[in-house]
T-cell receptor, first 113, second 114 residues
Framework: DAMVIQNPRYQVTQFGKPVTLSCSQT?????MYWYQQKSSQAPKLLFH???????NEADTPDNFQSRRPNTSFCFLDIRSPGLGDAAMYLC????????????FGQGTRLTVV | AQTVTQSQPEMSVQEAETVTLSCTYD???????LFWYKQPPSRQMILVIR??????QNATENRFSVNFQKAAKSFSLKISDSQLGDAAMYFC???????????FGKGTKLTVNP
């Protein structure tokens, strides 16, 4: 039944050790988003793909990268995680028009030790 | 910059009562959409209600309705007959510049007391 699936739900990584979070969708939506959400804060858009077109936010650190090998999958790579990167990472999808609903995964809680 | 502001970090309501969550936004667009999303504890965010700016009529979805004041750039969410399952973080959201980029407010944590 799940339409946007994020793996893993919880990820613990060491300071400076690269980590990859994954997201898959069964909705065949054009757009896939990655948001970072820290406690008591708004979800912050890191980047998104519209089909194969990558759209990076101006204030997203270079430490964060993304890949979308096909319509269904999207990955978030953190090259050298710092303590400040500990957060909930949300993946979402939409059809792409501003009026369309975004569908979210359950998120991956990243802990950096 | 186009922003979304939720001025109430936390709200509480008694079961079966009505509560209103506030949201203001800033945009230069004349036609746009606004959304309220709900994020229950440990569960994914889901859409509660959507409003199209060019429509005068306020959107309604069962117990959820909005009070959309375009001139004031205000978009509040009213929850009637509150239920325990309504307890969640509620986010007001806006597609920036009419694009697919969704920008969120800081959220309001709603507690429902039995």
């Amino acid at each position: 039944d799940a339409m946007v699936i994020q793996n893993p739900r919880y990820q613990v990584t060491q300071f400076g050790k690269p980590v990859t979070l994954s997201c898959s969708q069964t909705l065949n939506h054009n757009v896939m988003y990655w948001y970072q959400q820290k406690s008591s804060q708004a979800p912050k858009l890191l980047f998104h793909y519209y089909d194969k077109d990558f759209n990076n936010e101006a204030d997203t650190p270079d430490n964060f990268q993304s890949r979308r090998p096909n319509t269904s999958f999207c990955f978030l790579d953190i090259r050298s995680p710092g303590l400040g990167d500990a957060a909930m990472y949300l993946c979402a999808t939409s059809r792409g028009h501003a009026g369309f609903e975004a569908f979210f995964g359950q998120g991956t809680r990243l802990t950096v030790v | 910059a186009q922003t979304v502001t939720q001025s109430q970090p936390e709200m509480s309501v008694q079961e079966a009562e009505t509560v209103t969550l506030s949201c203001t936004y800033d945009t230069s667009e004349s036609d746009y959409y606004l959304f309220w999303y709900k994020q229950p504890p440990s569960r994914q965010m889901i859409l509660v209600i959507r409003q199209e700016a060019y429509k005068q009529q306020n959107a309604t979805e069962n117990r959820f309705s909005v009070n959309f004041q375009k001139a004031a750039k205000s978009f509040s969410l009213k929850i009637s007959d509150s239920q325990l399952g309504d307890a969640a973080m509620y986010f007001c959201a806006y597609p920036q510049g009419g694009s697919e980029k969704l920008v969120f407010g800081k959220g309001t944590k709603l507690t429902v007391n039995p």
